[in-house]
């Protein structure tokens, strides 16, 4: 699975440590304003005495006043987003240059060889196998977080889980330089999804870099992510020069809420960025002036007509079914290689040689003289696109000489066989190829691949009915012949709207093409085929969250109205673990040993179960290794040494470095901080257990201690309660539980009643009840659901097993058993620390 | 100000009453599904039966089964959707046909008398005069609620309040039959807002049609907010044939936070309602095949140069400012109407003066051979907008002669005058025209007059670089005019991108104009135009929504980073109205008397300050009021006759009819039933009256009774109590806080500090602090906020302090009082309580 470690961030989840850290920086701030402002008001006296003396110096003043305003400007995110949008052109525009050549110098191989067919095959070849290969091994190195798209980790992101190495400089530059040889190598990937991966690093680089430079807003954690999602519009934006369709499919893609005070972010950066992205197109002459990407010039006057509407609707319906194939396939796919432990085996020994064959297979078919002269397998996606959106005819009888001058069209002309036949071997081809090379270990998507099968299947519907009514369908007078561009045009919005479940691929297209003109028959298919593909499958980024077991809640579904009916205390589990004010610490030690949330219930009393609030689990495991760890236990020995003369720690003392007062001081400010930074944890872990080892013949006193110990009451006092975890009522419906869950990013909440504790739900819950209740259509569905609160409780206890067996050795020897517990403790918050959340925090 | 009566639906809000319905209702659901489950069972053998005895009612069946599936659909989302858009779009078609009709009708007769000017003058002046006469009087008679755009009322109800009576048949019809009216009379008045409105009335009688049909999940609140925010998408999409651009306008003109999930629905419904919209029109022959409103024929190859971006972006800067000078204009007209005492008394007893004088003067100055003549005031907007968006250019040298076939323009080409003046005077005749004829109270929008407005400065810019360079900006080669047209489509997405404070005017007039080749810079205009005019003055519906003092939450602006600082501790109230558990129904009547706020904190005790729960003040008084009540009065008169003897009750029996004791019962019955459904109780009340009237000379006693039932402890039995009221903690900052109100739709929040009550923070204080703090950019800003503790509670006490005032006479009557008291309640809960809330509710 992933191997990711996540921390959500709750709403609510305030700890006092936070509150302390709060404080301090206001104080910080407050007095670096304090002394920037004397500071300014000395500089200014300065200034003007300096303008007495000297007339010219005005323009100085000036201009260090100017300087002065534009450094205090620089916090404002309108910099930030033009920072974001020209650094992502530039990025877009050089990946784009860099393929373009790859492509080329694979073109220009393969042409230069052409007096040799086995050379030339060698060359068509070994190129894309080098590069796919370089790439999958450079992301493996460098970062393995790199690989595949990024869009469901950008989803998980921006729901409130932090996803580990997501977001490095070190990922980054993977990613970059991986997805420029992924996609130079000539392969069917896409450039999108990686590309709001890039957008989304650079928002956090950028951020950061920020706030080393300036400090103050750029290290707030809420408007990181208001920046994160307008960085998602940026990415598709300048990937295809599409503000609009990039800021809806960003929205469409990661956010299952979407704030519109951010909307403005998402348009200003994506629009700049596409803007900077096509002038350099531009400067660089590629173009004579700013214009859309796939331009097509379908005639204005009359784009369609109302009676080919049906036929939009069926290409509609059947992109709607192809796309839940295409998300089907890439599951089975990937599944099939995990299944098969042969296979698996091999492929994790020797992790390039899958994509390696995968290549090699694809780019074997591909070959323009061998069977790829009849899929036009020597075009570039991007040609393919072009010829596709042609405003031509391809099939009509009498005017196939016309056609030989286009530029990229004669590769779909084999002298021996029919256009159709070309088109539809292009789209089967390409079909189970895009399906099989987006499950590589290379950073790619699958839209692009996705959006030109889609649009040769638009080209096939189209040439279909033009070969059915050459002379159009309109009657009445004037002729206007169908236009099998449009169809192209509506059947690449239609496939790839149904592979990604987003109705914004409408805008997409528009924007790519240059023209809106067909835009009902457009939005009609698009509306169909997702109709059609979210009733039968997970979007492709859903379903890859599944495959890779990402921390999501799934979508309510189209319609189920029955989810209104599905009450809380219907799913809620009601077996909550929860501790007392006077809760002793053996109390403790048990609840930590039996439940499995990461955090526990702070109730008043066992009588009155009012909820007070809640601690984190690996907080009350901390309050309990302090309790019980090596510093008291230290302590009570020294005491009770001393107490019956120096004996024990005498013999110890003698046998080791003595451990006097200041080398356990060290020791105890030690494991304080390694609980919280854990990096430096095992060197001093090590000395601790040589110390153990010494003092094992104490153990029977110790045990003593120690049952003494667990039956104090614990103290709270220095323990982080968060006073205001999210509450919802028994009669809450799983609706508005849904709602609040994705709003606010919980992971949990409790359910009460009078303030009294009575449950709690999980996501875990929540996400059994909605995947499970899909096929009930009953108003009441207790009993499928009611399974949940038995079954729920089996999966994913590894980790407590595990602390159980070593509890039940305790009885054998309680010091193993706390020693490996402390370190349980410092692993476990090591785990659970990323630098982000404790590197500001004050230790 | 607003005489609306409010609820607002909260996130919690949970009560007994209502978990009680729930229960029942669910209980009764699931019975009729058993009733229904059998009744199938039995219809079904009974099926079998026919079918053995008969082969030929295999049909019948199958039919019969069809039909069964169909209604068992019929609850299905996409049903009411189309629907919705069917009924939208004829109705919207209608419209059309009868704005067309009205406005051709004045032509005509304009036309047909031109043998005199002066009454050529009085038919053309008399027409509209009369139109929105009779819209203003129908409207203000039927259903005042129909006045205006309704845009900014259907964003306080989409924030979760109910406002009273805007969703009802009667408003329907005032705004449908209104709006043809004042459309029809060709002033400056949009369509577009009182759409959005239009839709969400059918949407809501859609809906109750349906539940009073199929029952079930039409009556479920959640889900009828999810299909009020689908119909705003139809108002504007069937308004324009512009699908997204609709779902976009729609979500940022009504929304803060958007549900992803209710995405499809938008579009789904908005594309079918303009696909009808369209097909109408072509089926009426009016148009060829399906197509944009406004089409354009820019030049597809060389839309615009590089070098016109500057032009393009100064003009997105004007129009910034121009949208905030309307926005302040047409607030300014308001409050000056406001203001002026004289005027607004006369207005008021004349309510039909004002929008016939505006009338009279608009029509007057636009009479097409008087001043009209030089700003083109023959045309209508539609007319006016084919001129503006027309492709060629005006102002050329020597080809003015192919101007004047064009079939509109000529109406710009006065003989004496040049085309520049005649643009001029037209935009700002327009301009304050249009400010003022939205505050007609009229069902109107102002995006279609500012829309034109902004094409026409548009094409005044675009004629000006035209004439400036005729031959084009491209130096190399070939020579690309400038289209003055594309410029005219710039400015109108610009200037009502200003005034609306939304960027998705740009895809809107993409749809309108069936061209998308302008894109970068509309898309550049666009957002400088609401930087600008974000920056100056609110939106105009923010603007409507302050003056009209609807309950709504500010936005938080741009990049006010300085938000992030301020904390809930900052601004919150600390002195908290609470009741404990043990409190006296004496700490009770305190407690009302002195607080606003519309809930009540509970907590645990004085000393413990946990929060148990909040209680709505209506239903404390009603505790208060059963306590202190007449049949509770009446019994302890009663018993205490009884033991004294029967000689007062005997004295008030021979004066009036016997007070029996079936009598009594009925009376605290029908109390009880009053205090739900305050409709009926003024009789009841009559007959208290008389009743106390004979009784008065027992009030010592009385009052001796009631000192002694105060002292008594609450009984909270009764009572609906909130169980999980929202908390916040002192340090979740006010970015956050915002966030949650908006997301929730909270109308106030407690304050806990480990589960202690610490303050309470409402949507008064948020919205103070939002306003208040804009002005300072410092780090933290505890002076200016501060000040808000000790200002706020001084606002809006009327109705505290007449209850203060009835009060202190209690000393001297105390049954008065509480009489008063009690009356005072039956209104309160009468005023509060809506059919919607309580309809459903078990008595």
Known sequence: GCSSTLITYMYGRYTQELGVYAKEEAARLRDGGGLRRSANARSRSAELLEYEKDPCAKCHVCTSRCQKFLISRVGEDWIFLILLGLVMALVSWVMDYAIAFCQQAQKWMYGGLDSNMLLQYLAWVTYPVVLITFSAGFTQILAPQA???????????LRGVVLKEYLTFKTFVAKVIGLT???GSGMPLGKEGPFVHVASLCAALLSKFMAALFGGIYMNELRNTEMLSAACAVGVGCCFAAPIGGVLFSIEVTSTFFAVRNYWRGFFAATFSAFIFRVLAVWNQDEETITALFKTRFRLDFPFDLQELPAFAILGIACGFGGALFVYLNRLIVECMRKQK???????????VFPAMVTLIISTLTFPPGFGQFMAGQLTQHESLVALFDNRTWCRQG?????????HSHAWKHPQINVFITLILFIVMK???SAVATTMPVPCGAFMPVFLI??????????TMAAMFPDGI???????????????VVGAAALSGAVTHTVSTAVIVFELTGQISHILPVMIAVILANAVAQSLQPSLYDSIIRIKKLPYLPELGMGHHEKYNIRVEDIMVRDVRFITLSSSYRDLQEVLMTGQLKTLALVESTDSMILLGSIERSQLQSLLSLHLGPTRRLDHLRRHAQDNGTHTLGSMGTMDSPPSPPCTHTHSNASNTNARHGVRFLVSVAEVSLTHAHISDSLPQIAEWEEQQLDEPVDFNNCKIDPAPFQLVERTSLHKTHTIFSLLGLDHAYVTSTGRLVGVVSLRELRKAIEGSVTVTGVKVRPPLASFRDSGNTTSVSEVTELHKLWNRHRVNVWVCVYVHFVFVCM????????????????
């Not at 309109?474 to 192209?488: K, L, M, Q």
């Not at 630098?835 to 230790?843: E, F, G, R, W």
């Open 181 to 183: 040889c992924a996609l």
């Open 431 to 433: 079909f189970w190829m």
């Open 342 to 352: 042969t296979i698996n085996k091999f492929l994790l020994r020797k992790r390039l």
């Open 399 to 407: 005017v196939a000489e016309e056609f030989d001058y286009i530029s």
């Open 147 to 157: 690989v595949g798209s990024g869009i469901p980790e950008m989803k998980t992101i």
């Open 474 to 488: 309109h009657a009445d007078g004037s002729v206007y012949p169908i236009v099998p561009g449009g169809y192209a």
């Open 828 to 843: 476990w918050v090591h785990e659970c620390v990323t630098c982000q959340n404790l590197a500001h925090a004050p230790i």
């Open 454 to 463: 889609g649009a040769a299947f638009g080209r096939l519907v189209g040439e």
